[in-house]
């Protein structure tokens, strides 16, 4: 029998009724692989402030460190809204990215057939197919990179740089021709490389890292062209690689194309296949407690981390399997409810896709 260290963090708001669903998901897809999973429940967000007055204890890192993965659920709430920015929630999920070197964000979204309902473009483009992967860098570019503000000949100026150098590139680019590989082998590289140099690097640099990667078919598309292809023609893509800043939005983007904001999962992952997966959505502190959130993004999450982070992809397939069925045999959540569908609660979503497995 296999064992796994899994840091789970079940942070604020419903981040623990969802993450009770997906230990449960886990558990039961570990039986069936013959693996143990060896869940240590820590604190970060919120959760760790009311518990210690910090929101990411160096406890809670060491855990997370001495794990293979980390599976995380929400943190924040209005409850922290007047701490100064040190001391927010939200600083814990930048202090965890840096502690544990993540620097991909792997970011999915995908159009279930039977929710194409909820997607705001014309059913004739998703009848095609969405089904895509944002891989961004994480942890470089114009975020990270030289910034002030000052008075330039009286007027006040400021500025924010955009540099990467090639082993940054070529990490992230690893990282995206890797994810190809287990999916439709193509890879969109996503730059300016018309108007910036830091673009031109990253280009020429995603062209030899390509060349480790035979199987796969790689082209390159100009940001502003790939926010228009994104809602033209969103099934030419497989995976987007790009940069921190294009990434953020691009991903954002490709999340409302599918409409569906309580199915997203996302990770954020680094060279030796460690990663932290955790729902794109927030910790909704006005439904923890209810039995209402969906906890399928954060089910889906876990098989993120399956497939990334353990190498068991027929696993992460099973589970994601149990999904769809679920949803094609036709439950919903409060959050993707629509007439003619059966509502059901946290625990019973979660019993659904169980029963699947």
Not at 31 to 42: H, P
Not at 162 to 170: P, T
Not at 224 to 236: E, F, G, H, I, Y
Not at 244 to 260: C, W
């Amino acid at each position: 029998m296999k064992e796994f260290k899994i840091a789970v963090i079940p942070g604020d708001g419903i981040g623990p009724d969802i993450i009770r669903e997906a230990v449960k998901v886990m558990t039961k897809v570990g039986e069936k692989y013959d693996t143990k999973f060896n869940f240590v429940e820590v604190k970060a967000g919120g959760d760790a402030i009311d518990a210690y007055g910090n929101p990411l204890p160096q406890e809670t890192i060491d855990e997370c460190k001495s794990s293979e993965a980390v599976l995380l659920g929400a943190v924040g709430g209005p409850k922290w809204d007047n701490l100064e920015g040190s001391k927010r929630p939200e600083r814990a999920l930048l202090g965890l990215r840096g502690a544990l070197g993540l620097y991909a964000n792997l970011r999915p979204a995908k159009v279930y057939n039977v929710l194409k309902s909820a997607s705001p473009l014309k059913d004739e483009i998703i009848d095609e197919g969405v089904d895509l992967l944002v891989v961004r860098e994480l942890i470089g570019g114009i975020y990270f990179g030289d910034r002030g503000t000052e008075e330039v000949n009286g007027v006040e100026t400021a500025y924010d740089t955009e540099k990467y150098n090639v082993d940054e590139v070529k990490r992230i680019a690893h990282s995206a021709f890797k994810s190809a590989m287990k999916r439709r082998k193509k890879v969109t590289s996503v730059d300016k490389a018309n108007v910036l140099d830091a673009s031109r690097l990253w280009r020429k640099t995603v062209n030899e890292v390509a060349k480790e990667y035979p199987e796969v078919e790689l082209n390159h598309l100009y940001v502003d062209n790939t926010a228009m292809q994104l809602v033209r023609k969103p099934s030419q893509f497989d995976v987007i690689l790009t940069n921190n800043i294009f990434g953020d939005i691009l991903s954002d983007e490709a999340s409302m194309i599918t409409g569906s904001i309580g199915m997203l999962a996302s990770s954020s992952i680094r060279e030796d296949s460690f990663g932290m997966y955790e729902p794109i959505h927030g910790s909704a502190p006005d439904i923890a407690g209810m039995d209402i959130a969906n906890p399928l993004a954060q089910i889906l999450s876990a098989a993120m981390l399956l497939e990334y982070s353990l190498n068991m992809s027929e696993a992460a397939r099973d589970i994601e399997a149990a999904v769809e069925k679920v949803l094609n045999a036709g439950y919903r959540t409060a959050d993707i409810y629509v007439e003619g569908t059966e509502k059901v609660g946290t625990t019973e979503m979660g019993k659904l896709v169980l029963e699947q497995i």
